[in-house]
């Protein structure tokens, strides 16, 4: 029998993630590795990053590339529903109905992209073709997102519109690889 939350346990749950996202806003991934080269990559949105990690000559996990395009869609479909929309049509700014609730479920969506897009980007680094045209702007997605929405619960969008950019970005150049990236946002950001 499935159990449901009740709202006030939901809200709660939203609100430690709020806090969760503010904490870890200024922490950056350490992901790199010793081994690897210093790699600087420019993909096809402009976007130029020096990261430490080496492209593989060829896939070094079995559907890179299905795993790749099914993460990136989930955690572009949540920025753009919890996030990026609610930026657009006023939704975080003082005194708007619902504004609490609206960072709530920004600050847990901002958790949620982060996961997606880090999962998105080892996939990427998994083929070749990928790893070079949206690696390095995938962890730069990752970098902005919470800094985005704590930014944002000042009145500063500008975070947001420079997430939405890179967003768009490696959109762009994952469909230019022949890899379209459908944002779903109807992504489960709770677990449930």
């Known amino acids: 029998m499935r159990t449901t939350k009740s709202p006030v346990l939901k809200l709660l749950t939203a609100l430690i993630a709020v806090a969760l996202v503010l904490l870890v806003g200024g922490c950056k991934d350490s992901d790199s590795d010793s081994s690897s080269a210093k790699t600087t990559t420019t993909n096809a949105a402009g976007v130029s990053s020096g990261d430490d990690f080496s492209c593989p000559e060829s896939n070094t996990i079995k559907f890179a ?7 990136a869609g989930l955690g572009f479909g949540a920025f753009h529903r919890y996030i990026y929309k609610p930026a657009k049509n006023g939704g975080f700014k003082k005194g708007a109905d619902g504004r609490i609730k609206a960072f709530a479920k920004a600050g847990l969506a901002a958790l949620f992209v982060k996961r997606e897009v880090r999962l998105a980007a080892e996939d990427a680094k998994a083929n070749p073709t990928l790893c070079k045209a949206v690696a390095a ?3 730069s997605i990752s970098d902005k997102i919470s800094d985005a929405v704590s930014k944002a619960r000042n009145g500063d969008l500008a975070g947001v519109e ?3 950019k890179s967003v768009t970005g490696v959109m762009k150049s994952s469909k230019d690889q022949g890899d379209e990236i459908t944002p779903d946002e109807n992504a489960d950001i709770t677990g449930n």
């Open 65 to 71: 590339k299905t795993k790749f395009v099914t993460h």
């Open 137 to 139: 702007p995938l962890k």
């Open 162 to 164: 420079d997430v939405e």
